[in-house]
């Protein structure tokens, strides 16, 4: 089955820093540009930090600027999502979500070829 799978969300504390781990299943991510997005209860879909399948980054979110980086292990398949400086307003259900080479500024669904199921933080003392 091709699928993306999320993991690493959890609790964390305003302050701390987590790390989200993205990995492919039933494919290879050497040609995909992976993307990060999340969504609090009744707020929009946010498009965060994506890199391109050549390593090129491109830092979508400028709630997120200066704080959250992505990054690539081709050789494990996984993307990883680097979150510092966590806020409350970071809480959300996170998602990576995959399409061909280029990252592109769309948080549509449609647009992009492989979802994961969405991993939760919960930003909070």
């Known amino acids: 089955q091709l699928q993306l799978v999320e993991s690493g969300g959890g609790l964390v504390q305003p302050g701390g820093s987590l790390t989200l781990s993205c990995a492919a299943s039933?494919?290879?991510?050497?040609?995909?540009?992976v993307g990060w997005f999340r969504q609090a209860p009744g707020k929009e879909r946010e498009g965060l930090p994506c890199?391109?399948?050549?390593?090129?980054?491109?830092n979508y979110g400028d709630s997120v600027k200066g704080r959250f980086t992505v990054s690539r292990d081709n050789a494990k398949n996984t993307v990883y999502l680097h979150m510092n400086s966590l806020k409350p307003d970071d809480t959300a259900i996170y998602y990576c979500?995959?399409?061909?080479?280029?990252?592109?500024?769309?948080?549509?669904?449609?647009?992009?070829?492989?979802w994961g199921q969405g991993t939760h933080v919960t930003v909070s003392s």
């Open positions: 039933g494919f290879t991510l050497d040609d995909y540009a």
């Open positions: 979500a995959a399409a061909l080479y280029y990252c592109f500024r769309t948080v549509y669904r449609d647009d992009w070829n492989y």
């Open positions: 890199i391109g399948s050549n390593g090129d980054i491109s």
